[in-house]
């Protein structure tokens, strides 16, 4: 079976600092997904790639930063981070034709102070 | 309005009981995948749909393109369903759109 690794599982970071985080799976998907959930909220969309250097906006893209290095990693970065900002961020990864294989990561906790 | 409205936001269920959730489309949308998150923020996939209904276990899932909506049945509830169910949809041409997830507890 596969797996899809997010690193690190916590964050802290301060104000105006760049922060990376990156996600790696093995399922072979074509696209790759980062995705935003603040406390008690839904998931919302920052960025999506469907192959290897492609990168699309999703919903919230402002703020952040994307790389699709290869098929297998996708990491996302925090351009500046906002003070008392505290999210999780949650890369999933999927086939281009089976939405039925969506795969989420564990996610990385982020607290900027 | 939102693309995906969901609801309830928040239920509690006896052991053993049956209920419901339904997730509301403001547009056709072409598929529909249901998830749930548990107490560690775990996300797993429970259905993806394109039409119809599907069933796993005590779970049983139905998508109305149509109608622009999809529900989520959960029977005989157990201790274990407790977490937050999300569903998400996507239309033609974009990425899929999440709801804002109900929050399940499922009480003995």
């Known amino acids: 079976g596969g797996i899809i690794t997010q690193t690190p599982k916590f964050l802290i970071g301060q104000e105006g600092q760049k922060l990376t985080l990156k996600c790696q799976q093995n399922f072979n998907h074509d696209t790759m997904y980062w995705y935003r959930q603040d406390s008690g909220k839904g998931l919302r969309l920052i960025y999506y790639?469907?192959?290897?250097?492609?990168?699309q906006k999703g919903d919230l893209s402002e703020g952040y930063d994307a790389s699709r290095e290869k098929k297998s990693s996708f990491s996302l970065t925090v351009t500046s981070a906002q003070k008392n900002e505290m999210a999780v961020f949650l890369c999933?990864?999927?086939?281009?034709?089976?939405?039925?294989?969506?795969?989420f990561g564990s996610g990385t906790r982020l607290l900027v102070i | 309005g939102m693309p995906v409205e969901q609801n309830p936001p928040a239920l509690s269920l006896y052991e053993g009981a049956d209920s419901g959730l339904r997730c509301n489309f403001s547009t056709t949308m072409k598929s529909v995948q249901w998830f749930q998150q548990n107490h560690r923020g775990r996300l797993i996939t429970l259905f993806y749909?394109?039409?119809g209904t599907k069933e796993n276990g005590r779970l049983k899932s139905t998508f109305n393109s149509k109608e622009r909506y999809s529900t989520l049945h959960i029977k005989d509830a157990q201790l274990e369903d407790s977490g937050t169910y999300f569903c998400a949809a996507e239309s033609s041409g974009t990425y899929q759109r999440f709801g804002t997830g109900t929050k399940l507890q499922v009480v003995p």
């Open positions: 790639s469907i192959t290897e250097n492609d990168l």
């Open positions: 999933a990864s999927s086939s281009r034709d089976r939405g039925s294989d969506y795969t």
């Open positions: 749909l394109a039409q």
